[in-house]
């Protein structure tokens, strides 16, 4: 069973009730604190000792060389890696002369608390120095839902036993030393100083910094203001600066009970065209706008934008107090990833961490923005307008390739490719029909026509020219799309992956009917009627691997007559395969990193309900479960929607409390480098998908629930189409309540219930088919709770 002993378990809250130095890195990832445009790492307050110092703005990056050993044609020219900002958080501590440091001295008392309600992380810690003297602190800091470019901290100190004399000195440090990379190859690059001063600015209690980098020309600028409150004898003594540091210096003495409090407010802006000047005022503006609100008003507008989220998003679970709190922690997380990015991508580690150089994958569109579809649909229009903004950067490099419309690329943070290793990067073109997806799915949740019309029919259009033109007809006239890599990367230049070519087949189709409602548009971007009817003809003619002797679907074609990979002889320590066996042997064997063709049964499972019945599904993922190693955050979610799909509800609930608790329990053993926001939306989608079983049928939705034995009760909320939709299942029944909005015709298993707000509408819940619970590789399958 997953144990979750760092920290507490709590329905609203993640607490940390000790200080362990072998663990802060991943607490500081735990803690972290975002808007998606400003994220702050939960590093301590006085800076040291920390294991990843982190300030981040969403979109800032550094570029370097790709290097190869032997040069292609096509390759990517350079990467870009997300780098550290200046750091807006350091409040040093002196205490009697002596740094406030936990790693001296004897730590009496400390304890963290994410609050997931007001959206602020609190701490106390209670401190004896080594000469003797005993220090209260407390501190608060929050990242602005409301107010873009603001992070704040409210800092205070106090003495427990005898008159201290107390220094805070408050900086901004820009260039920050980075710890070495550990050697695995998802943690980011350490760039050495990659910010070049250009100004730098102390004036009482106001401290600025501006810089660029070195590379890429991004302008950073980076202000605060302090609100200071002490005895009498508080004093500022000084302000300084120079390139990389700002500092407001504070001294006081207090005697017991009384206390020295410093509210601190960071302004954070970038830019790639504005001048010094312009971002130096930009970042005033900013502070002076967050000055009129104060710490007060900052926090109360925080909690007041989360009163309104959770009103409408939150998902509640009575029978397992862990996956509770695990749940509201990913939604939480997810929130803040993509609240207020704004037309900017929104990373693999959300801004948390700098794992994955801060890129942005395919799984944004197809983790990320369903529960942002569902919960906070603003967010996931401004994340495809960046996907738009990138397209004159995807139509070259589909250029580049000989192919038409739109190439996205792998991994990115500022649209162009990023990947070196081009068989599971400019491969893997899936993720033009992720975001394709995304753009469908949005519209049908939201009945935004008007983003169809100006945002998401360009996106559609280019990613259809691009099937096209990749795809190819046989003499049968059967359309085939070779030498791609689908979801699962241990397989890769494959012929027909189903995945692949199913959500290529949606593309198609949902572009020429898109064109179809928007002619006026559709002739703007040069699409005929001839272009039209070639999409949907390849649409319909797209090729499905199957395996008739064994009855499923092939991942690919021609995947089940592959060798099985030896389980066998593959122990424990052999996890993940990536790390331990060449890509060429992975690439030629019968095994599964991540769930493929059985995420292509969740997303495209209009196609697989029109063309099979449920005991092809069942069939399929037994088929894939023995074959699936989860060496991926993405798998164990996916793998719960369709066990749930399936009936092994014990199955699908120790795989929803692995998604779930991917980094409270730091399974992967990397949350160090920063969050897995995918695999914490997997969580909402396991719970609200799998056991929920809520399904997008075109423009309406569907219900299929089923409760593991374990839940006594799970009840999510839904925004849909301008209604807000509550779902309450118990063991054999669920209520559906339209909660706000014109009446709304939903299914249940099938059939239709009508719902007008007058009051809940309740059905039972049938007993699901049992079926014999199909195995997973040895040592792979998920702990049972």
Request: some cysteine; aromatic content about 8%; glycine content about 8%.
């Amino acid at each position: 069973m997953i144990t979750n002993r760092t920290y507490s378990v709590e329905p609203w809250s993640v607490r940390e009730t000790e200080l362990n130095l072998d663990l802060l890195a991943q607490s500081e990832s735990v803690f972290a604190l975002s808007n998606g445009h400003v994220g702050w790492r939960g590093n301590l307050d006085e800076g040291e000792p920390h294991g990843l110092p982190g300030s981040y703005l969403n979109g800032v990056y550094e570029l370097h060389p790709l290097p190869y050993a032997e040069a292609g044609y096509g390759y990517p020219e350079s990467g870009q890696t997300v780098i550290n900002v200046t750091n807006g958080k350091l409040l040093r501590l002196l205490v009697d002369d002596e740094p406030f440091d936990l790693r001296y001295g004897r730590l009496v008392q400390h304890e963290r608390t994410l609050d997931l309600r007001r959206g602020v992380l609190e701490r106390i810690c209670e401190w004896t120095s080594p000469a003797g003297s005993t220090v209260r602190v407390r501190s608060t800091r929050l990242v602005s839902l409301t107010q873009r470019a603001i992070a704040a901290v409210e800092y205070e100190v106090e003495p427990v036993d005898s008159k201290t004399r107390v220094v805070i000195q408050s900086e901004l440090v820009t260039n920050e030393s980075l710890p070495d990379p550990n050697g695995d190859p998802r943690t980011a690059r350490a760039l050495k100083s990659p910010l070049e001063p250009e100004e730098d600015l102390a004036l009482g209690p106001r401290l600025r910094l501006v810089h660029r980098t070195r590379r890429s020309g991004l302008r950073v600028a980076v202000a605060a203001d302090h609100v200071v409150d002490g005895p009498d004898a508080t004093t500022t003594t000084s302000s300084e600066s120079n390139e990389d540091v700002a500092r407001l210096t504070i001294t006081s003495v207090l005697e017991p009970g009384q206390r020295l409090r410093v509210q601190k407010t960071v302004a954070h802006g970038w830019s790639s065209a504005r001048s010094r000047p312009a971002m130096s005022d930009q970042v005033e503006a900013a502070l002076a706008a967050a000055a009129q609100s104060g710490w007060d008003g900052l926090v109360a507008e925080q909690r007041a934008y989360l009163d309104d989220f959770w009103g409408r998003a939150d998902v509640e679970v009575h029978g397992d107090e862990e996956i509770q709190q695990a749940v509201r922690f990913a939604l939480f997380h997810v929130l803040q990833a993509g609240a207020r990015a704004e037309q900017r991508a929104i990373p693999s580690k959300g801004l948390t961490g700098s794992g994955y150089d801060g890129h942005a994958f395919w799984d944004t569109e197809m983790f990320v923005l369903p529960v942002l579809t569902y919960t906070e649909p603003r967010a996931v229009a401004e994340a495809l307008r960046w996907r738009r903004d990138t397209l004159p950067a995807a139509r070259d490099r589909a250029a580049q390739l000989g192919l038409r419309g739109a190439a996205f690329p792998w991994r990115t943070i500022d649209g162009s490719e990023g990947s070196a290793y081009w068989p599971a990067g400019t491969a893997a073109f899936h993720v033009a029909a992720d975001i394709a997806h995304a753009v469908v799915r949005y519209v049908a949740a939201t009945g935004d026509t008007d983003f169809e019309r100006d945002t998401g029919l360009e996106l559609l259009v280019e990613t259809a020219r691009l099937w096209r033109s990749l795809g190819h007809h046989d003499h049968h006239g059967v359309f085939h799309i070779d030498g791609v890599t689908g979801p699962d990367e241990y397989s890769a230049i494959t012929d027909d992956n189903t995945y692949t070519n199913l959500m290529a087949r949606s593309n198609l189709l949902t572009a020429a009917d898109a064109c179809e409602r928007h002619p006026d548009h559709a002739t703007r971007l040069g699409v005929d009627d001839e272009e039209s009817a070639a999409w949907r003809d390849a649409a319909e003619s797209v090729h499905i691997p199957y395996n008739d002797e064994l009855g499923v679907h092939e991942q690919h074609a021609g995947f089940t007559r592959h060798q099985r990979w030896d389980f066998a002889n593959t122990g424990p320590e052999h996890y993940p395969l990536m790390l331990h066996f060449p890509y060429f042997d992975l690439y030629r064997k019968q095994v599964v990193k991540q769930a493929d063709l059985v995420l292509a049964m969740y997303t495209c499972g209009s196609w697989f309900d029109a063309h099979c019945d449920e005991e092809q599904i069942a069939r399929n993922f037994a088929y894939y479960e023995p074959l699936t190693v989860r060496d991926s955050s993405l798998s164990a979610c996916c793998q719960a929607v369709v066990a749930a799909q399936t009936g092994h509800l014990r199955l699908a609930y120790d795989y929803a409390a692995e998604a779930a608790l991917m980094d409270l329990a730091d399974l992967e053993h990397n949350t160090r480098d920063g969050l897995h926001i995918a695999s914490l939306a997997g969580t909402w989608m396991a719970l609200v998908a799998g056991f929920g079983g809520t399904r997008r049928e075109g423009d309406s939705l569907s219900f299929s629930p089923r409760l593991p034995e374990k839940f006594s009760r799970l009840a999510f909320r839904l925004q849909f189409r301008g209604r807000c939709v509550s779902v309450e299942m118990e063991a054999d029944k669920v209520t559906y309540k339209l909660l706000m909005g014109d009446p709304l015709t939903i299914r249940h298993h099938g059939s239709p219930v009508h719902m007008n707000g007058d009051g809940p509408v309740t059905r039972p819940i049938p007993v699901p088919e049992r079926r014999p619970t199909p195995e997973q590789p040895p040592h792979r399958r998920p702990n049972v709770r």
